[in-house]
């Protein structure tokens, strides 16, 4: 394989749309497996247990895809979010702040939703999971955005992604603070440490690579002994890489390590977490006496949440904002444009369906709140697409965002 072919493959995998793509098939493949007549194998194998059960590590199949291949997809969060804050999207607070305080309200709205359909339906032993619509899939909804929201203003993207990358944010904070257990002092100082130590290593002029990585299992290892969900290992070694470049590095170091670790996060983190995540038994029509899918408040709960409460916690809260501040959407970005972003923030798909995983103590449960997160994710992704293309094609005026000047940053999506 010559050079040029090696650099195409490599930008191929490093795509936001190519992790979409493929956690779409994991998910398909995990759904078909699960629905097969030999979906009691595929059950079986994902609670097989591996590991070393001398330093805690006797996981079953299902969680090392949930607790160890999904901390590579969390690193790459950390990394995208330390980048957007120092020289990104995030670093202009007044920029920022609209896309941030709409996350805030798309996180509000569905959780006040949940926990209204649940105490309604007297399913109260179901209200721990009010977490599960708050979060945003960045990689399905970007790529559900650039495949049918051509034409449309870069600025759009740069909103979603934001909105997209607090949405993480915040649910990182939420399953530190709410589904974290037991917390041991002594293995979350040892996380630190060699959080530190990671940091020091990252940072240092003639960089060692091989020396990351056994520090950066140490992290994780310490994280899940400590009770923290061990996911935010990875986020917590992301955030302290260097984001901004030093001369006469042609990148920094944030984005070559992204550059490194993504392909790995979108080609096997992400697909076999989705293998195993959306790998739930469905019957919409139940069988042997058993309620179908939709009889189930939780599944109502969560389905209304993404599709309903997403949409109007942003539009609301940034319509507000644009209306009564002195706060503006992007440049050319209107708000007829805040539907179609509301709708795609309701693609709830990795960190969900992980909330989902950490909210309930019965697999029945699990199942039932999984498979809401596929229905209203599909749904939300349709009716976003829907949306996009009948805006896209729409004549738009020479100020969308309403700020007195007219658009200047026109480049398409």
């Given amino acids: 394989m010559t050079t040029s072919n090696i650099t195409r493959v490599r930008a191929f995998l490093n795509r936001e749309t190519t992790g979409g793509v493929l956690v779409l098939i994991g998910a398909v493949v995990g759904l078909a497996l699960a629905n097969a007549p030999t979906g009691s194998a595929f059950r079986a194998f994902s609670q097989t247990v591996a590991g070393p059960g001398s330093i805690g590590l006797d996981l079953s199949v299902g969680e090392w895809a949930q607790d160890g291949l999904l901390a590579v997809f969390f690193f790459t969060v950390g990394l995208e979010l330390i980048s957007e804050i120092r020289v990104g999207s995030l670093h202009d607070p007044r920029k920022a702040a609209v896309p941030i305080l709409a996350a805030c309200g798309g996180v509000a709205v569905p959780a006040i939703i949940y926990t209204a359909v649940i105490v309604a339906t007297s399913s109260t032993q179901y209200l721990h999971g009010w977490a599960i619509p708050t979060a945003t899939d960045i990689a399905f909804s970007l790529a559900v955005l650039v495949i049918a929201g051509r034409g449309l203003p870069s600025g759009l993207r740069v909103f979603l992604l934001t909105l997209a990358v607090v949405d993480d944010l915040i649910g990182i904070l939420v399953i530190a603070i709410f589904y974290s257990h037991g917390l041991n002092l002594l293995a979350l100082l040892g996380a630190g440490a060699a959080v530190a130590v990671f940091a020091w290593l990252v940072r240092r002029p003639r960089m060692r690579w091989w020396l990351l990585i ?10 899940h002994a400590s009770g923290v969900h061990a996911t935010i290992a990875g986020v917590a070694l992301g955030l ?120 309930f103590p019965d697999s029945t449960a699990i199942d039932e709140a999984r498979a809401a997160i596929l229905v209203g994710s599909l749904i939300a992704a349709i009716l976003g697409a829907v949306v996009l293309r009948h805006d896209s094609r729409s004549a738009r005026g020479p100020d969308m965002n309403e700020d007195g000047i007219p658009d200047q940053d026109i480049r398409p999506i």
Avoid: Y
């Fill in 214 to 223: 056994p520090v950066a299992l140490i992290a994780w290892w310490s994280m």
């Fill in 240 to 359: 302290v890489v260097p984001a901004v470049r030093r001369a006469p590095e042609m990148a920094s170091r944030a984005t070559r390590l992204g550059q490194l670790v993504q392909p790995l996060s979108n080609v096997i983190a992400l697909p076999v977490f989705a293998i195993f995540a959306a790998g739930v038994p469905i019957s919409l029509t139940g069988s042997d006496g058993e309620a179908g899918l939709f009889a189930h408040p939780l599944v109502w709960a969560v389905t209304a949440a993404l599709v309903i409460g997403k949409p109007v916690g942003i539009m609301l809260t940034s319509a507000a904002l644009a209306r009564w501040t002195g706060l503006r959407l992007p440049d050319a970005v209107g708000l007829r444009d805040l539907l179609p972003v509301g709708l795609l923030c309701g693609i709830g798909f990795t960190v969900s369906m992980l909330i989902a995983g950490l909210s």
